[in-house]
């Protein structure tokens, strides 16, 4: 089964074309191409819907129950109408009002148990959903998120669901309580005078039809004010998320003012789908009670001419409220549905992508025991987003079992992307990348990432506790495991000293540790997964020297019996290194050890001058 597949599998889009989250457009123009035609994106909802029969049942049941039970109230109405107003009926009307009650008490009691139901069902599918949606996107490779922003995610997975939920829940629950008593209205009206009803009827098609005009303008505009929020979302996103860096900068106001306009530009969106349902439920309503008005004048006249009684006309009335009524609602709630077609066409889009990395139908099994050896043949590879500009260029070589290799070379030499490949988050363009004799591409990604501990330079931190975050994708690791491994990375110290020690919650992205606690954190989560194969990506470029002599200190613990790739600048990182391969513009242009690459006085001195220069003029400044 391939990645992503696992997650529900029913909230598919039914259109081939495959779809990528956009930048949002208030321009509703531009935006019809993507609005939904119908309200055929909420048929995904379905699959979802069955899963829960009993829900369906209950809130079905009582649904219908509330309707029938106020389709009854005209025809009591009547009777007492035509029958309850007399000295020798006095204590009809009496037997009449106590059924009134009973009938309130059953329309309330069923009332109650429909809210729970259809509640109760929304809740459950809109959690189904997020849940499916969020295992998706987490299953998608790493080119889907080169050109497509987190906030925009997220918005689908909140606001989109929410607008669902809402669907699912009340809407649904309305519009099917309003057919039912439109339906029921209508036959009762017809066994009430089918002469009246005949001409309520002919203006039907007088409402019907600019609903249906109208509720293609709210679908496009709801659309349209969907993606304007996702994109303020979005924008606030990245704002909190670098609030330090806002201040630093005194960026602040730059930063209001881009969310105020994005804001502004979903304000805009939203009153122009809010005037489209303004427009639409007032035409609606008064096409149906003008109708209404004038079919009654003609009532009116039947009984002036003893062609119907005046229950039975009170009885049509009642009915033909209810029906004018319900209809009016359901043009409301047609906007309602609009906008949640929308919403589920989103979210449809995503679940839509399919990863670019996935495991082969019949995964050729990692050897055992592993010996953690690595081969680069003639790799040559571009970024899916950046097609036309080569990143490696037939690049190969081999790292034996144990082995420690660093990598150097000047940014976008394509250092990292050679651990990126290393991980699968892309396949090669030419060659092959082999752990173990294994071309990764015939591989499961799960089992082959499981060879390899990542200490990468820009740590992430969760916002959960110390233990939590060490042992990261390590389920049923216990403490004392953890702690043996806090302890090799040096980290064991700080964190008891912290408030609660490895249960101490680090706040979101680990705000409040240092760069050299986070890296610590880095290498135990590394030394817990015992990988053969470890890679470190600038693991001590940014720390000052103590923290910078501990995190030496831990990965020199780390990097034992472990074939080891290191990505440096510092010549201490690398002087203890086997071998160096010189990275140039995707090509490697020079191998060896540091003294034979000194020696060449080739890219690699170069680069050692220009270090140890810059290195001497700072003891000079300092002194």
């Given at each position: 089964?391939?990645p992503?597949?696992?997650s ?54 009582f ?17 007492m ?44 599918v809109?959690a ?13 490779s ?49 066994i ?22 109208f ?20 924008l ?38 809010i ?19 004038g ?38 709630v ?23 990395i ?39 070589f ?100 912290l ?70 600048h ?20 020079e ?15 170069r ?14 400044a300092?002194k």
């Amino acid at each position: 089964m391939q990645p992503g597949r696992a997650s529900g599998g029913v909230f598919r889009r039914q259109s081939p074309a495959s779809a990528t989250p956009a930048a949002a457009t208030p321009n509703p123009d531009a935006a019809d191409a993507r609005a939904p035609r119908s309200v055929r994106p909420l048929a995904r909802l379905f699959p979802y819907i069955r899963r829960y029969p009993h829900l369906v049942a209950g809130a079905v049941v009582f649904l219908a129950l509330a309707a029938l039970t106020t389709l009854t109230l005209p025809i009591a109405v009547r009777r007492m109408i035509d029958h309850g107003f007399s000295a020798s009926d006095a204590g009809f009307i009496n037997t009449y009002f106590t059924m009134l009650l009973v009938i309130a008490a059953v329309l309330a009691l069923a009332s109650a148990c429909r809210y729970y139901f259809v509640i109760t069902l929304g809740e459950r599918v809109v959690a189904d959903i997020r849940r499916d949606v969020f295992a998706h996107v987490t299953a998608l490779s790493a080119a889907f998120y080169d050109v497509n922003r987190s906030g925009e995610i997220v918005s689908r997975l909140t606001a989109d669901t929410t607008q669902i939920k809402s669907t699912v829940g009340a809407t649904a629950s309305v519009a099917l309580r309003n057919i039912i008593l439109c339906a029921g209205a209508i036959v009762m009206m017809f066994i009430t005078s089918p002469r009246l009803s005949a001409l309520a009827l002919a203006a039907i098609p007088l409402i019907v039809f600019p609903i249906v005009g109208f509720g293609r303008r709210v679908r496009r505009r709801s659309r349209i004010a969907q993606d304007t929020l996702a994109d303020a979302m979005t924008l606030a996103g990245e704002a909190i998320g670098a609030t330090r860096t806002l201040q630093a900068f005194n960026a602040e106001d730059e930063a209001r003012r881009r969310f105020a306009g994005a804001v502004d530009a979903a304000f805009a969106a939203a009153r122009s789908a809010i005037r489209a349902r303004s427009i639409l439920t007032g035409f609606a309503i008064a096409i149906a009670f003008g109708s209404v008005v004038g079919v009654l004048w003609y009532g009116a006249q039947s009984v002036l001419a003893g062609e119907l009684t005046p229950g039975r006309l009170g009885q049509f009335l009642l009915y033909s409220l209810f029906a004018a009524g319900a209809l009016g609602s359901l043009s409301e709630v047609w906007g309602e549905v609009s906008q949640a077609a929308g919403a589920a066409e989103r979210l449809g889009e995503l679940l839509d992508e399919h990863p670019a990395i996935t495991a082969p139908a019949d995964p050729q099994q990692m050897p055992e025991p592993a010996r953690g050896e690595v081969e680069f043949d003639n790799v040559g590879f571009a970024y899916p987003a950046r097609p036309d500009l080569p990143t490696l260029d037939g690049i190969s070589f081999t790292v034996a079992p144990g082995e420690t290799v660093a990598i150097v070379g000047a940014s976008g030499a394509g250092k990292s992307t050679v651990f990126s490949l290393l991980l699968r988050y892309y396949d090669v363009a030419t060659g092959s990348v082999k752990i173990d004799g294994v071309d990764l591409r015939r591989a499961d990604p799960k089992p082959l990432r499981d060879r390899i501990a990542l200490v990468p330079q820009d740590v992430t931190i969760f916002a959960s506790t110390v233990a939590e975050n060490i042992a990261i994708g390590q389920d049923g690791a216990d403490r004392a495991a953890i702690i043996a491994a806090a302890r090799a990375a040096q980290a064991h110290d700080f964190i008891q000293n912290l408030q609660n020690g490895y249960d101490t919650p680090l706040g979101e992205r680990g705000i409040t540790l240092s760069g050299g606690q986070r890296q610590r954190i880095a290498i135990a989560r590394a030394i817990l997964r015992d990988a053969p194969v470890l890679l470190l990506d600038e693991a001590t470029s940014a720390l000052d020297a103590e923290s910078e002599k501990l995190v030496q200190v831990a990965l020199e613990e780390l990097m034992q019996n472990r074939t080891t790739l290191v990505i440096a600048h510092r010549l201490a990182t690398v002087l203890k290194a086997d071998r160096i391969l010189v990275m140039d513009k995707g090509r490697i242009v020079e191998q060896g050890t540091h003294e034979t690459l000194v020696a060449r006085n080739g890219l690699y001195a170069r680069l050692a001058r220009l270090q140890f220069e810059s290195g001497a003029e700072a003891i000079a400044a300092a002194k």
